[in-house]
C-alpha cells in the first residue's frame, strides 16, 4: 500500500475542492512537528485543518501554497492509499 498525501483547498465560501496540491514531499517527521496526531491516528492519515501557523512553514516546502492564503481559504492535509 502506498500512501499519498495532498493539501486540499477550499475557498471559504465553498464545501467543494476548489484544487489540491501534491504533499509527497513533506516529510512525516514534519507532520509530526507541525500537527497534533487524533490519539487513532499516528500515522496522520485522517485531514487535518491547516492554520496560518503551519500553513507559514508548509510554504518553505511547498511554495506552490502561497498562492492559495488562509486567509481566503481553507487548507487540509489529507492522505490516501492507492
Known sequence: MKIERVI???KKTQETVFKEIN????K???IKKLFKAFDDD???YR??????IQYD???KHNPEL???PCTKFDL???AYSV
Not at 23 to 26: N, R
Not at 47 to 52: M, R
Open 8 to 10: 486540499l483547498i477550499f
Open 66 to 68: 502561497k498562492l492559495y
Open 28 to 30: 512525516l517527521s514534519l
Open 76 to 78: 487540509y492535509l489529507e
Open 23 to 26: 504533499a509527497d514531499g513533506l
Open 57 to 59: 512553514e508548509l510554504i
Open 42 to 44: 499516528p500515522n496522520f
Open 47 to 52: 485531514p487535518y485543518k491547516i492554520n496560518q
